[in-house]
């Protein structure tokens, strides 16, 4: 009988076969369920030859850093890499307003930065992927095959095979829910094994417009007081993915004797199973207007909150 005890030891014993006492297993960390519970599997038989590299691209919610390099700093006997990338993927975004154009300057950006930090990693031989099976089927493999590809998807995680890299994919033959419970058992926090996907561009799509750093930091402390708000109100895990936009819009507003005339935001949450469609949720009024009122109040340069009431189709989740 299956049962994830086993699983963990059956991994450990074939990781340990594969990977040479001299051979190091670089793992980037995005920040997401997936590449931690691969980086905390890996961690667990391999201890110290696992390198993990999250590269902080400027792009990231508040705490996110934090939460990283809590679950992967004292806890974990791994190594931990974090890379301050902010200043090249500012500089790349520069000027950008194209949504597209922004996913591929920040996919370069990452691979340099990536290739850069892996340069200085002595026997780094093996690149961890946290691949799921729905992964493994989706690129045509099957349970028992190699999985064929990297996944290239809209992801920014994936790395192009001419970094020289030999792929290790400790949950090539889990679910999503499988992957969680991995997690837990592992001993990652709660937080970072339910937390919501988050797109690899980042903030990036969804500061609409340029992108600049005051810009980010409106977005994220917004984002952030939505997310408080959601939690406090015991919606966060029920809710599929939840977040803030910036819109490039300014509004005329009232505050005090004066008039004000400045940026909105959007709320966004949604019910799926599958993120190929979703409903928008039907939030507690008190909620959104408690969120409203706080971001109104403490952000700067923001007089205006909408709510997102578009399902999908025919809208996206992200705005961008
Ligand atoms: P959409 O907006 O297409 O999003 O309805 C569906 C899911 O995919 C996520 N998403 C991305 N994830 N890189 C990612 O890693 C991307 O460029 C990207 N774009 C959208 C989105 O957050 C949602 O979960």
């Keep these: 009988t299956w049962t994830m005890e086993a699983f963990i030891e059956r991994s450990v014993v074939e990781i340990r076969e594969r990977v040479g006492p001299s051979d190091r297993v670089v793992c980037g960390l995005s920040g997401g369920v997936d590449s931690a519970v691969a980086a905390a599997l890996l961690a667990k038989a391999l201890g110290p030859r696992v390198v ?143 937390r919501h996907p988050f797109p690899g561009p980042g903030l990036a799509v969804r500061c609409l417009g340029t992108i600049n750093a005051e810009r980010l930091e409106v977005l994220r402390q917004a984002d952030s007081i939505f997310l408080d708000e959601l939690r406090k109100a015991g919606l ?5 993915q939840a977040f803030a936009v910036l ?36 939030l507690p009024h008190d909620l959104l207007a408690r969120a409203s009122t706080r971001i109104i109040n403490s952000v700067k340069g923001i007089n205006r909150v909408v709510y997102d009431v578009t399902s999908k189709p025919p809208g996206t989740i992200e705005w961008e």
């Design 247 to 282: 819109l490039p819009v300014q509004s005329v507003g009232v505050m005090g004797d004066g008039r004000t005339y400045e940026n909105a935001i959007a709320l966004r949450s949604v019910d799926t199973d599958d993120f190929m469609t979703a409903d928008w949720s039907r």
């Design 236 to 240: 966060e895990r029920q809710v599929a």
């Design 52 to 194: 993990c590299v999250f590269v902080d691209n400027g792009l990231l919610r508040a705490g996110e850093r934090n939460a990283v390099a809590e679950a992967f700093g004292a806890h974990s006997n791994a190594e931990l890499r974090v890379v301050d990338a902010t200043e090249p993927f500012l500089r790349a975004l520069d000027g950008v307003s194209d949504p597209q154009e922004k996913r591929i300057r920040i996919g370069h950006t990452f691979v340099d930065v990536f290739r850069e930090e892996a340069k200085s990693i002595p026997g780094a031989r093996f690149l961890a992927q946290g691949t799921l099976y729905p992964d493994v089927i989706e690129s045509g493999g099957d349970r028992d095959g190699p999985a064929a590809t990297i996944k290239h998807h809209h992801n920014v995680g994936g790395l192009p095979a001419e970094l020289g890299f030999e792929l290790i994919e400790p949950l090539r033959d889990l679910f999503k829910d499988e992957v969680r419970r991995l997690g837990l058992e592992l001993g990652l926090p709660d937080s970072l094994v339910w």
